[in-house]
């Protein structure tokens, strides 16, 4: 069997006629890798993740060439098939766990749930396996914690129960949605080093969305840097950081102060303007008019480079057209 746990071929979201999310985009992520997607709000990548687990808002219009899920393609997949999945083999940490909580339950109540859903077990089997889980992801007392509501947990405490919960059943593929978006630094790096642990120990495969790259340099093998709905450049990790060669993805590291190299009170890198919303049926660029290197043939059709192995970019520029 192949080691390829989840495979996107050419994904486009649409919302109605008037923006197009997700433009194309394909990647895939291999048993025990972490596979980042990053990028600016806005960009898509929340949307892809919920395209993925079949979670998107009515109204939203998706396709692809495929959506596969080891073997299993998810495009065509009945709604009660992909909902044995999620939860399961299939599981989603979302990003902001006091709204993905429901207030009106304990936190026992919704964990115990995953685990009578998908594995059939009583009440009591599946409190001790959420009290399990809630020791092994750091939280002390889980008996207590587990007739508690979640307005009773701390920030980083509702964040590891969101952990724990996606952990019920054993899932091949964590997708973790800015897990520590809201949090401390302090938290956010325990958060960070549990992931980390868990996955070691598990063998999970894990697609991390984040806007920040110094959790991309810490937790991913891969990286997809995306752009309007398109991963404009795609790279192992090193390689990114090592030579990055997008436009945009040179702009996004000029924002990251390094101990070194920029001084205190030296001004940091910006992009200037915002991501644009893009119609159905663009074409070019859609970076164009932030871009310090736009010509007027980025309006038309962009190739797809390879700046070294396994190292593609989406741009009109050669390689050494962006190096300082």
């Known amino acids: 069997m192949s080691d390829t746990i989840l495979s996107i071929g050419d994904l486009r979201v649409k919302f109605g006629d008037r923006t197009e999310a997700v433009r ?24 892809t993740s ?16 495929h959506i596969r899920f080891r073997d299993q393609d998810l495009l065509g997949l009945p709604e009660r098939a992909m909902a044995r999945l999620r939860g399961d083999k299939i599981a989603m940490i979302f990003q902001e766990p006091m709204t993905s909580l429901n207030p009106a339950y304990t936190i026992g109540s919704q964990m115990a749930e995953v685990f009578e859903r998908h594995r059939g077990a ?17 939280i002390s007392g889980p008996g207590m914690r587990l007739g508690q509501y979640p307005h009773q947990l701390s920030g980083g405490l509702r964040q590891r129960v969101m952990i724990a919960m996606a952990l019920m059943c054993d899932p091949e593929l964590l997708i973790a949605d800015e897990p520590t978006t809201a949090l401390d630094v302090t938290v956010q790096a325990q958060i960070l080093r549990l992931l980390q642990k868990l996955q070691r120990e598990l063998g999970l495969a894990m697609l991390l969305i984040t806007h920040d790259l110094g959790v991309v340099a810490r937790m991913a093998q891969r990286v997809s840097v995306m752009y309007a ?4 450049e795609s790279a192992p990790v090193s390689d990114l950081f090592a030579a990055p060669t ?26 200037p303007g915002v991501v644009p919303r893009i119609p159905p049926g ?6 164009r008019d932030r871009c310090a290197w736009a010509l007027p043939e980025c309006a038309r059709a962009v190739p797809l480079r390879q700046a070294s192995a396994g190292h593609t970019y989406l741009c009109r520029l050669m390689p050494d057209e962006v190096r300082p």
């Open 24 to 47: 194309g985009l394909s990647l895939s992520v291999a048993r025990g890798e972490t596979h980042c997607i990053v990028g600016e709000s806005g960009c898509g990548k929340s949307v």
């Open 50 to 65: 919920l395209a993925v687990m079949g979670l998107l808002a009515r109204g939203a219009i998706r396709s692809a060439d």
């Open 122 to 138: 009583g009440r009591r089997a599946a409190l001790d396996r959420a009290a399990e889980l809630l020791e092994r992801v750091g």
């Open 229 to 232: 709905g398109q991963v404009v």
């Open 246 to 271: 997008h436009p945009y993805t040179r702009g996004l590291l000029a924002c990251i102060p390094v101990p070194g190299t920029v001084r205190r009170g030296d001004p940091l890198g910006s992009i």
């Open 282 to 287: 663009f074409v070019g660029c859609g970076f």
